[in-house]
Each structure stands twice: as structure tokens, then as C-alpha cells.
């Protein structure tokens, strides 16, 4: 699991490098690559006009737009208070009575991913599978020993019986976890 704490694999919005953009688009994009950095913004709205267009808020609570340059993508998925994702993101600069902005290029909306979870959703996440013993004991009574069934939504989170299974569900927010953790594990494996 990513470790959402690491502000140089999850950095802030300036905190984007700001190279041309054929610089960016040159890298590998390869499953095992370890050269890339992701971009964490819960979406706010939706501005498109004649581009697609988000505006987002990174980690530190700073508001800004994505852009895509791909105008046929389709926005529709990417929902507010939801989490997008930009693998390795780059940030134009300021110009004159120009904001900088997130651009994604053009073959590049490949690279965004929406995680239907808000940022302090996903951070809290981040944190608990951090720990030890995720999956090794039962999610709701903590029972170690004998079989441990994992969820066949995220298969990340394991639990000793059907009634705990039904617990973590119904009362201890696996229903909204769930599709969140298995986002994650998409994307990041
Ligand atoms: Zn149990
Ligand atoms: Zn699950």
C-alpha cells in the first residue's frame, strides 16, 4: 500500500514540478516504474467549458484546475468529494494574470484516476493498512487465530466469521471503505 505521508510521492500542488511538458511525457509508464509521483486532489466542482475542466483541492487545502487537453474525455465518473488521482502531474507556471493549473496532455488521461473516496477518507486508510496486521487478524473482533475469510470486494480486509463480516459492514464503515480500498489496490497494487 502507498505510503500517503511520503510528500515527495504525493506532493501538494506547488509542489508539482513544473517542466516542459514534453519532458513529462517522455517518462516510461510501465507497471513496476518507481520514478513516478501522483498528484492527490479531492474534486470540488466541475468547470468545463470548452476544455474539461476540475477544480481540485490538494493536501495542504489549496484549490486549483486540472485541465484536460483530451476534449473528448469524459468526465462523467468523476464525482465531487471524490479523490482524482494524476500520475505524474505537472503544473504550468504562473503567467501574466494567469493562474497555474494542472494540464494534462493529450494520450495522457490514461494517467488519472478517481478514487470514490474524499482525501482524509483515503489518508485514514493509508494509515490503518500501515499498520501491522491488516488482513491477519479479523477485522471486527481482532481474532487471530483459525481461517480468516478475506472480502471479496477489496480482498484486502479479513474477517473470522459471516456475523463479523456482517459487523464490519453494517457498523464499522466497510461499506464505505470498501470500493475506496479497492480503488487503491488498482492502482497502486
Ligand atoms: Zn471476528
Ligand atoms: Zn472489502
Redesign the pocket.
Known amino acids: 500500500m502507498p505510503p500517503f505521508t511520503d510528500t515527495t510521492l504525493f506532493p501538494a500542488f506547488y509542489e508539482l514540478p513544473t517542466p516542459a511538458a514534453s519532458d513529462i511525457a517522455a517518462a516510461p509508464n510501465s507497471p513496476d516504474d518507481t520514478t513516478s509521483w501522483y498528484l492527490l486532489a479531492q474534486i470540488k466542482e466541475n468547470m468545463t467549458l470548452t476544455k474539461p475542466t476540475l477544480i481540485c483541492t490538494d493536501r495542504r487545502g489549496m484549490d486549483f484546475a486540472i485541465t484536460f487537453e483530451d476534449t473528448a474525455m469524459s468526465l462523467r465518473g468523476f464525482k465531487k468529494g471524490h479523490m482524482l488521482v494524476v500520475r505524474r502531474a505537472a503544473r504550468t507556471e504562473r503567467g501574466e494574470g494567469k493562474k497555474a493549473v494542472v494540464r494534462v496532455e493529450a494520450g495522457r488521461s490514461g494517467d488519472a484516476y478517481v478514487i470514490p473516496g474524499g482525501l482524509e477518507q483515503v489518508f485514514e486508510l493509508g494509515f490503518l493498512l500501515d499498520r501491522e496486521g491488516v488482513g491477519e487478524k479479523c477485522a471486527a473482533c481482532e481474532k487471530m487465530e483459525g481461517p480468516l475469510m478475506k472480502?471479496t470486494?477489496?480482498g484486502?480486509?479479513a474477517y473470522c466469521s459471516k456475523a463479523c463480516q456482517a459487523k464490519g459492514w453494517s457498523e464499522m464503515l466497510?461499506k464505505s471503505?470498501?470500493k475506496v480500498?479497492?480503488s487503491i489496490k488498482e492502482i497502486w497494487g
Open positions: 472480502c470486494g477489496c484486502i480486509a466497510h471503505n470498501c480500498l479497492k
